[in-house]
């Protein structure tokens, strides 16, 4: 099959796989959730990824086997009833999504799922922030599984967050080796393919950064360099950085960062229900000046929605300076 490794985050490159990879690529899914009793092919789950994907003046879910599909495109106030309902009458054991769509879930319940306890929480091919994890952990009062990886299968890693502690990336040595390159003060993340050999990668530049340790473990994951912003003294600041404060989350349902020039960046926003009034909009945009007025010039503005990339997840940053 053919996959690309671009989605959430900038342009990617095409990588084929045969039937036997995937299987041992969803084998270390497989071991990794276990740990949860999960079980592809019988546990019941609701899921909420590009496959669950429907146009959308359609229904937002459907059943396909063992899985209650929702798309990640429905997830407003236009279906809050029928996905509530839905979600009830399912009663899944498990959630198994992009982590935006399962936030943007989280924030249309208003942080509470009613009727919902599922043994796990299984989130996958986004970054995550960890007021996310702690935000979707105490909705559905369940531990949260999150992982590291790409399309080109040269590194995976898995952390949890449990009880209200959170554990650190830890790379799958039977996956692949994992190394760091040190330019310019960052650990870019370097991988080989161990089990790949329809298209293997040898010391491949992942362009994400973290510093690998000697136990294998990955301290401040800051994601893909193309979500990396230029200030004004031509420094480089990981975009997933610059967040809204969390009283806003009451009137904004989703933002994302973009900058086309340096020194420079705007903040759009999707308000929740009600268009933000003009006191509140300069209350938001004072807060993100005085957290990082001494890097950039900020503004805010408001849309009425956020589009989706084709693959169904939200790019959080947009830098056209790459």
Known sequence: SRATSAGSTGEGI???RTKRLIDIEMAFFASAWSAYGFRFERSRTLRIARDALRPINDPPTWIQGNRLMLSPRHTGPRWLDVIRRDIEAF??????????????LVRLFGDV?????????????EHVHDDQLHRISEAFRAPVSVNYGMTERTSIAFRELRDGALTPYRLEPLYGFSENRLQNGLFEIIGTSIWNDVMPLIRYRTADYGRIAADGTISQLDGRGQDYLIDRQGQRIAGQMIRIDDHSWDLVRTYQVRQSHPGGCRILIVPRQEPLDSTQLRALQAWLQN????????????????????????????????
């Open 113 to 125: 799922i009613p009727g919902v306890h599922p043994k796990a929480v299984l989130l996958t091919s």
């Open 14 to 16: 095409v990588v084929w």
């Open 91 to 104: 009663a899944p054991d498990y959630v198994y999504g992009y982590p935006g769509a399962v936030d943007d």
């Open 291 to 322: 957290q990082w007025g001494m890097h950039f010039d900020l503004t805010v503005e408001q849309v009425p929605d956020i589009p989706l990339t084709a693959s169904g997840k939200r790019r959080q940053v947009i830098c056209e300076l790459h």
